[in-house]
Every structure is written in C-alpha cells, then in structure tokens.
C-alpha cells in the first residue's frame, strides 16, 4: 500500500470514533469538586453575619435591639371611684359642693360591673345600676367637674384574672391616687397594699353632731330593741338612740337625756333615758 492509500483510508475513518464519551468529562469533574462539613458552612456563615452586624450604623443596631415600651402617663391627683360609692350616691353630692380637688377617674372595670347590675334579674339591684350609670352620666356633663375614663386594655389576659377590687386597687396604685368606697374590706385591703382609701361612711360619721351624756334630745320611738323594753329612735343624720324603757311609746316622741355612749365600727350608738 502507497502512501496515497494510507492517507486515503484515514480521512475515510469516522469521526465519532475519536471524540471521548461525554461523560468521561463529567465524572472526571465531579471527582475534582470540593466537598465541605456542615461544620465549616457554619462557621463560614457566622464569620458573615458578624462582619455584616459591625458594618451597620450604630443607630440601626440600637433600633434592632429595642422594643418600644409605651407607658401610660400617669394621672394627678387621681380619685377613683368604687362601684358601692357609686351605688350609695353620698360622694357626688360631695363631689358638687367642690370639697375634692382633682381627677374623677372611672375604670372600664368598674363601668362594666355597673352595667351587669343594671342588666341583671333582680330588681333592687337594677335599680342600683341603673342609678349609678345616671349619676356618672350627669357627674360627666358638669363643666367644673373633670371625669376620666380610664381603659384597662395592655395586659389583658393577666388583667382579667384579676378581680374588680384588685384591678382598682393596682391602678390607683399606679397613678397614686385615692380611693373612695362603701366597702369596708375594700378599704382594708387597699391600706395594706399602701394606697389611700377613703370610707363614705367613716367619712358621714365624722361629720355627725357630737353628743354628750347630760345633753337632752327630743327623738321618735320608730320600733322596739333588742330588749322588750327598749325604744330605738333615730336621729336627723342617722344616729341610732336606745331608750331605756321606752317600749311604750312606740311611735311617739319623747324627751330623754343620753345616758351614754358606744362608738362602733360602723358608727356611734346612744343610750339614753326618758325625761
């Protein structure tokens, strides 16, 4: 064979049968990729982030950082009002003659306890209610009487755990105001917990006329004591007077003298003797 031949004959030869497999190369190229642990991915990531962090403005950091807490401003010289001051009516009759200086501050509790008495069965105690929601309503349209309602929504579920009085008590707590209430064990547990509280009717005792044993009445037997023989009058600001052998002058008036006197925890007591 020439060499024209030779040459000839590898010209003829297929192509195909020189390329190398396709996947010759990617296997080949799969072995040389480089295979990294969790571990270094990690740390690769956490030098990142850090290098990010330091890199951003100082306000932007500090704004990341906080969370707004808002505050509600406190009131001054608050006076909360209880729901048994408000059913008992006293207060606002004290309330116009301007003998308390400051802010009527009614809670969101204290109002939807008046309106479960006004909406309930009972009808001494839908009277109740529904008077002192009228009183509230015409303290509210007075021109130089200020009344606050105050809105209990921030921590809500912890707050409804809470009873009506506790609820009171910790938000005049709060704003360091005072409470005024019919309700004695209210007015305990508020001194404990530090807060002022004012009793309408300690308040309506120290203003009852002082009498003195020698000093002579003019009083109206209304019914009997406990005693058979005892008459129990009452006097205009609502002293009870006991009259010794007075029975017999049921519904009358009589003349007697104080023999002497008991003070109690919900008042005073007199004793006295016919004239």
């Given at each position: 064979?020439d ?21 010759i ?5 799969e072995k040389?990729?480089?295979?990294f ?71 969101s ?43 209990e ?69 209304a ?7 005892q ?5 205009d ?14 519904n ?9 006197i ?10 006295a003797k016919?004239?």
């Amino acid at each position: 064979m020439d060499k024209k031949e030779k040459q000839k004959q590898i010209k003829e030869e297929p192509i195909a049968d020189k390329v190398p497999p396709a996947n010759i190369g990617q296997e080949s190229s799969e072995k040389r990729l480089p295979v990294f642990s969790p571990n270094i991915i990690g740390a690769i990531a956490d030098e990142v982030s850090r290098t990010l962090i330091t890199r951003l403005p100082s306000v932007m950091r500090s704004r990341a950082r906080r969370k707004k807490v808002v505050k509600t401003k406190k009131i001054e010289n608050a006076i909360f009002l209880d729901t048994s001051a408000i059913i008992d009516g006293r207060i606002f009759d004290v309330i116009y003659l301007g003998l308390l200086n400051g802010i009527i501050v009614i809670t969101s509790h204290i109002l939807l306890e008046l309106k479960h008495l006004a909406d309930t069965q009972n009808t001494v105690k839908r009277t109740r209610g529904r008077k002192g929601l009228e009183a509230l309503e015409k303290l509210r349209k007075a021109k130089q009487i200020k009344v606050m309602v105050l809105s209990e929504d921030t921590n809500k579920q912890s707050a409804e755990r809470l009873e009506v009085d506790e609820q009171l008590i910790k938000a005049a707590k709060y704003h360091r105001g005072k409470i005024i209430t019919c309700d004695y064990n209210l007015e305990k547990k508020a001194s404990i917990e530090n807060v002022t509280a004012v009793n309408i009717n300690a308040l309506a005792n120290c203003l009852k006329a002082m009498a003195v044993p020698g000093e002579s009445l003019h009083v109206k037997i209304a019914h009997l004591g406990k005693d058979k023989t005892q008459g129990v009058g009452y006097l205009d600001d609502g002293t009870m007077i006991v009259v010794e052998e007075g029975s017999d002058a049921l519904n009358k008036e009589l003349d007697v003298v104080i023999s002497r006197i008991i003070q109690t925890a919900t008042g005073r007591i007199l004793f006295a003797k016919k004239i």
